[in-house]
Structures are given as C-alpha cells and as structure tokens.
C-alpha cells in the first residue's frame, strides 16, 4: 500500500513528482515533443486556474451560508428571553453550522494540498522550459511573506481565519444558551 502523501513531507511530494512523471527521456530538440510537453504545461496551469476559481466560488458560497446563519441567529431570540423548546431549535441549528465551518475547514485544507501538488508539478515542467515564471512568482511571495516556509499557500492559511471566526462565534453563542439553560 502507497504512503499517504502528507504535505508536512514536502520534499516526498517533490521527489514522487520527478521520479514518477516523466515516462520517457524527452529530447527538446525534437519540435514535437517539446510541443507535447508545453501543451501539457499549459494543460496544468488551466487545472490549477480552474482550482482558483473554484475555491474562490466555494469560499464564496460557505461566506454566504454562515452569514444567513449567523443573521437568523441574531433575530431568532435575544439570549436573555431564550425559553426550553426554542433553545433546543437554536442549539441544533448552532451545531449544524459549527458542522458546516469544520467542513469548511476541511475543504480549505483539501485545496491547499490540491494546490500544493498543482505549483509543485508546474515547477517540475518549468525546470525543462527556458523560464520558470511561476516559480519565480512563488519564491518572490515567500520572499515577502514572513518566514516565507510555505510559498504556495499562504493566502490558503489566511483563509482559515474566516471559518475559525464563525466556527469560535457559534460555539461561544452555543456555550452561553446552554449556560442560561443550566
């Protein structure tokens, strides 16, 4: 069975990469195979464009759903009047959001990996081109990013602060209507 690919392991990630996609020696004084490689590339860099997009939708989509939440949260009962029946409505509907922000989270995680092994494959194709312009872009952002450890994910880790947000919100409004009850 293949180990799990863990991104704390980067260099693993990096070393699978180049031992397992190249198929062939490819000789880039051939036309052809040096356009087969490039439309490739080109191939890559669409998926990993596409991956933006749909992070940015999906993003787009939870920032909506836990705003309708927190909204009906707040007109739903003013925390000093919550009675037994309506407080066990409001507790589970805070327990499917604090669920919806931990999926939320989890999905963030799985477009950081995605996109980690998405920039890692696009800097192995540009080691074969004459210039490396997402690399370069990469290592310029780590360079003005503190620490600069993690190039490619640095807008994916401050993207977590949102759910964390909603995810701390609910389970405090969750935390004060048991207390009121108790």
């Known amino acids: 069975m293949a180990k799990k690919l863990d991104l704390d392991n980067m260099s693993l990630i990096k070393n699978k990469i180049e031992s397992r996609l190249l ?3 490819i000789d880039m004084k051939i036309p052809t195979e040096k ?15 596409k991956t933006e997009e749909r992070r940015k939708d999906v993003n ?3 920032i909506t759903i836990n705003w309708i939440f927190f909204a009906a949260f ?3 009962v003013h925390l000093n009047e919550v009675k037994a029946g309506s407080a066990l409505m409001l507790g589970f509907l805070l327990i499917v959001a604090i669920l919806i922000s931990v999926h939320w989270l989890v999905l963030i995680d799985s477009f950081k990996r995605f996109n980690f092994i998405n920039y890692s494959l696009i800097q192995f194709f540009e080691n074969l081109m004459p210039t490396k312009v997402f690399s370069l872009r990469t290592d310029l952002l780590a360079e003005l990013e503190e620490g ?5 994910n640095v807008i994916l880790e401050k993207e977590t602060l949102i759910p964390k947000l909603f995810l701390a919100l609910y389970t405090i409004y969750l ?8």
Do not use: H, P, R, W
């Not at 600069?148 to 490619?152: M, S």
């Open 23 to 25: 198929n062939m020696q």
């Open 35 to 49: 356009q087969v490689l490039f439309d490739q590339y080109k191939m890559l860099v669409e998926s990993a464009q």
């Open 60 to 62: 787009n989509i939870f």
């Open 74 to 76: 707040s007109q739903m």
């Open 148 to 152: 600069g450890a993690n190039k490619g």
């Open 175 to 182: 935390g004060t209507i048991v207390y009121i009850l108790i």
